[in-house]
């Protein structure tokens, strides 16, 4: 598509419950990134893929976070026994390649809020 | 490590004045720098970017930037500010390792006034 898509754009949930987020990158893209933006703060990271292998995922909190990637394309963010304090803007950016100097075009997130 | 500091978290300016929100950075070699806008309730976008060459910069939306590695910096300017350029501005460089980890700190809220 022409830019990066993810769905849902909003999502409600309680706590305890099981989330899954999903990113449509740019096709022809071979690196995605997840990012978690809470209200006030920058963007952090917390994984990069580069085609389906998670290259680096050194920003995920914690083992109730977990990314997948099969088939090189679309991602899928998916949070286990949400907690209230994973409430945030849920960004995805993919890029054309590995290198530093690549732009990252981001998507308009999905917002998550746990009850 | 690379890291950059955002030393104002709001920069105020009226319509039709020059604007400049200030980024400094610390890196060890040659540094790829990036600013990011986010404009309220979307995504970031790319403004533009120094990877090596001319130290003056221009990006998108009559932005540009000029890297000075004897200041370690790379501040956003615009001659002419809109208000339509109020957001949030990002400066960031990617992590040493090869790939684009984009660390963003809490970034500086643009305000410009009619």
């Known amino acids: 598509g022409a830019g990066v898509s993810q769905t849902p754009s909003n999502k409600v949930t309680e706590k305890g419950k099981y989330v899954e987020l999903r990113c449509d990158p740019i096709s022809g893209h071979t690196a995605l990134y997840w990012y978690r933006q809470s209200l006030g703060q920058g963007p952090e990271f917390l994984i990069y893929f580069q085609g389906t292998g998670a290259a680096d995922d050194s920003g995920l909190p914690n083992d109730r976070f977990f990314a997948v990637r099969p088939e090189g394309s679309v991602s899928t963010l998916k949070i286990q026994r949400t907690e209230r304090g994973d409430s945030a803007v849920y960004l995805c950016?993919?890029?054309?390649?590995?290198?530093?100097?690549?732009?990252?075009?981001f998507g308009a997130g999905s917002r998550l809020t746990v009850l | 490590a690379q890291s950059v500091a955002q030393p104002e978290d709001q920069v105020n300016v009226a319509e039709g004045n020059p604007l400049t929100v200030k980024c400094t950075y610390s890196?060890?070699?040659?540094?790829?720098l990036f600013w990011y806008v986010q404009y309220p309730n979307r995504g970031l976008q790319f403004l533009l970017k120094?990877?090596?060459?001319?130290?003056l910069v221009k990006g998108s939306y009559g932005f540009e930037a000029e890297f000075n590695k004897s200041q370690t910096s790379f501040h956003l300017k615009k001659p002419s500010a809109l208000v339509s350029d109020s957001a949030l501005y990002f400066c960031a460089p990617p992590t040493n390792t090869g790939f684009q980890k984009l660390v963003f700190g809490t970034g500086t809220r643009l305000l410009v006034s009619p």
């Open positions: 890196v060890s070699g040659n540094p790829y």
């Open positions: 120094y990877i090596t060459g001319d130290n």
């Open positions: 950016a993919s890029g054309s390649g590995p290198s530093g100097a690549n732009v990252l075009t």
